[in-house]
């Protein structure tokens, strides 16, 4: 019998695969890119320090889940109509808009430090996170050919979290910084209004990009009809499947993500820069995680990838919220971020490779009204539970939510495989 020798893979043999990949990136996906560059570093600075301007601002941890869940619940309500917007102004326009939206909901906030005004820009940022949302996934799909699809989801939020990290390390620094040019406290609402501001320039420059973008000249005909209802209604068991184990999941991150830099602070008594730098190492690991995602892919299959990376994330979440030793959750942050973050841009092509491209608008509603759904309720029962037994509840639901999230995606598309639909090759 000869014995069969599996050598290990090469990994210049790898880079070289993943570089050629990315050299096939069409110009549309290379300017959307370089709009995820500039407005990764702008968010990694804002939700770094949002939550301590509000805190600093009076405003408890209560209310502060109620702003982050305004702008949650908004874009939940509006993806069906954004989705809409999406296919009647096109795919550059859509992504344009939500751009302007998302600067002039940041440089308001920071002009303006009124209760309702962070409430009335928290409407305008889940308006511009929901065009978003539902604008990527088919602009992707319809700027890429089968070669280098998912390589271009991956790189993308990769790209999206490394420069993410690039601003939180920035929004570690940035108060203080600013404190030191106006002669306040580094901790002081000033400090903290003065760094937003800085981030809403970026987001405004960020737009540029956009501007360069192509789009296609489509015939009505063409066009991707989005009829969520109608689609829904032929594709119920699907959709639902697609859908389900994605809301799970978003109640569960919406218990605890949104609070992490109130977590580290509270819990473990760490100060700004310190935080900032462990959430600037956080997003290079899930960039990182992301980055490596295709090529993970490739030789266990997407879903097989989303199954054992979230299952294998959900350890170390443990770890992160029962463990009292600093540098455990720190490391488990570390490992738990790029563990569960790295299978969601798979996943995202995994979904709209089996979805119809005249469905794929309606989808990308879907799916992000699924995302936002746990973001929108979750921010406000996980402050209510902060305020009257700590961190533990909200760890506790987060950990059993993602549990039954894995084991959906395995009894869904694991056990039982579906088919894609042939897709397209997209125009140079």
């Known amino acids: 019998m000869n014995d069969q020798i599996i050598k290990p893979p090469n990994p210049f043999h790898i880079l070289g695969e993943y570089n050629s990949h990315i050299r096939a990136f069409k110009p549309n996906a290379r300017l959307y890119l370089l709009n995820v560059i500039l407005t990764g570093a702008v968010m990694g600075v804002f939700r770094l320090i949002f939550n301590f301007y509000a805190l600093s601002l009076g405003f408890d941890e209560a209310v502060l889940g109620n702003l982050i869940t305004t702008s949650s619940f908004v874009a939940l309500i509006a993806a069906l109509p954004m989705g809409y917007l999406a296919d009647t102004i096109g795919r550059k326009g859509s992504l344009i808009l939500s751009g302007v939206l998302l600067a002039v909901s940041i440089i308001t906030m920071a002009l303006w430090q009124t209760e309702a005004s962070l409430y009335a820009m928290n409407v305008v940022s889940g308006l511009a996170q ?59 609402s000033p400090a903290y209004g003065y760094s937003i501001l800085i981030a809403g320039i970026g987001a405004v420059i960020a737009i540029l990009p956009l501007m360069f973008i192509k789009s296609p000249n489509i015939s009505r005909s063409q066009r991707a009809v989005f009829a969520p209802i109608a689609y829904a209604a032929k594709n119920p068991g699907l959709l639902t499947k697609i859908i389900l184990p994605m809301l799970l999941t978003s109640l569960g991150a919406g218990l605890i993500m949104p609070f992490m830099n109130v977590f580290f602070r509270v819990v473990h008594h760490q100060p700004d820069p310190v935080i900032g730098t462990l959430f600037a190492w956080g997003s290079l690991a899930m960039g990182i995680g992301l980055l490596i995602a295709p090529p ?68 990308a509603s879907l799916t992000s009204m699924a995302w936002n759904f746990g973001w929108a309720f979750s921010p406000t029962i996980s402050g209510w539970l902060q305020v009257k037994y700590g961190f533990g509840p909200a760890f506790a639901g987060t950990v059993t939510l993602y549990t039954i999230s894995v084991l959906m995606y395995w009894a869904f598309f694991w056990r039982r495989t579906i088919e894609p639909i042939p897709a397209q090759a997209a125009a140079d």
């Open 296 to 363: 993970l892919a490739d030789r266990t299959g997407k879903i097989q990838l989303v199954v054992i990376t979230q299952a294998l994330s959900i350890p170390f979440l443990i770890l992160l919220g029962f463990s009292p030793i600093f540098w455990v959750g720190a490391a488990s942050y570390y490992i738990r971020l790029a563990l569960m973050n790295m299978s969601s841009p798979v996943y995202q092509t995994f979904v709209m490779e089996h979805v119809d491209p005249s469905g794929r608008a309606t989808v």
């Open 130 to 188: 929901s065009l978003a949302g539902v604008t990527m996934s088919p602009f992707l799909m319809e700027n890429s050919d089968e070669k280098e699809r998912t390589y271009l989801f991956s790189f993308g939020q990769g790209l999206q979290m490394t420069m993410a990290s690039v601003g939180n390390w920035l929004g570690g620094y940035l108060p203080t910084w600013m404190s030191q040019t106006q002669n306040i406290s580094a901790t002081s």
